[in-house]
């Protein structure tokens, strides 16, 4: 499993097709933890299931962490998940590249 995260718009997703050709990429996971969030999913199971599951899935993701704390207790909750779900996909990948301006930087 490899995971690609940045801030919106950082280049994540071409980076990931760039080295990753051929493969196909899970992109906008953030999206996807709204999605499960709204079937009452625990996002943390979904992302350890798509670990066993999917060991050589390629995902994608903005980082949603940052900035200004959402007032909307939602959208904290959100925030929180994707947090969270995220450090479990990390934990199983091979590696983990943060982009900022359409630079990979390798931190696993």
């Known amino acids: 499993m490899k ?7 950082q280049g994540q997703q071409e980076l ?20 499960i969030l709204a079937q009452e ?3 943390r199971e979904f992302a350890l299931q798509l670990c066993i599951t999917s060991p050589d899935a ?3 993701s903005d980082e ?6 959402p007032i909307s207790a939602e959208e904290r909750a959100w925030r929180e998940a994707v947090g969270r779900a995220l450090c ?13 301006c ?3 930087v ?3």
């Open 3 to 9: 995971l690609y995260i940045g801030g919106a718009y």
């Open 16 to 35: 990931a097709e760039l080295e990753n050709e051929g493969a196909i990429i899970m992109s906008a996971f953030h999206e996807k933890v709204r999605e």
């Open 106 to 108: 390798r931190i696993k």
């Open 88 to 100: 479990i996909i990390a934990q199983h990948s091979q590696s983990v590249t943060r982009v900022v």
């Open 58 to 60: 390629v995902i994608v």
């Open 64 to 69: 949603i962490g940052s900035g200004i704390v």
């Open 102 to 104: 359409g630079i990979g």
């Open 41 to 43: 999913t625990d996002p």
